[in-house]
């Protein structure tokens, strides 16, 4: 089992930046491909951002490359997304999602598909105005 829990959601005007926190309890799993989602009202889930713990090669939608940068804590198990330039469009609830296990790199490779990941965050909000 693994356990997340998300943190740094808000309101912020255009242009600004938040920070987004997910922290993973995932005892007996040495690799994990941790990923951010995020859904508007009346949208699709969209997969945002993407890394396998360890290593250092992101997955980034092209909706937000350039922007937000993924980032890892391996001592404290948690990732970050570094939310820059924000726009309204970018308004949703965000959610940490997580796969597991020798074969979790194969999720972290586009497309990212909210069908691959099994454990989930409960979600927090991020909303930009204009």
């Known amino acids: 089992q693994v356990q997340l829990v998300e943190s740094g959601g808000g309101s912020v005007q255009a242009g600004g930046s938040l920070r987004l926190s997910c922290a993973a309890a995932?005892?007996?799993?040495?690799?994990?491909?941790m990923t951010w989602f995020r859904q508007a009202p009346g949208k699709e889930r969209e997969g945002v951002a993407a890394?396998?713990?360890?290593?250092?090669?992101?997955y980034y939608a092209e909706s937000v490359r350039g922007r937000f940068t993924i980032s890892q804590d391996n001592a404290a198990n948690t990732i970050y997304l570094q939310m820059n330039d924000l726009k309204p469009e970018d308004t949703a609830m965000y959610y940490c999602?997580?796969?597991?296990?020798?074969?979790?790199?194969?999720?972290?490779?586009?497309?990212?598909?909210?069908?691959?990941?099994?454990?989930w965050g409960q979600g927090t909000q991020v909303t930009v105005s204009s």
């Open positions: 995932a005892p007996t799993y040495r690799s994990l491909c």
């Open positions: 890394i396998i713990t360890g290593r250092n090669n992101p």
């Open positions: 999602a997580a796969d597991a296990g020798p074969e979790a790199w194969s999720s972290c490779v586009a497309p990212i598909q909210q069908a691959n990941f099994p454990y």
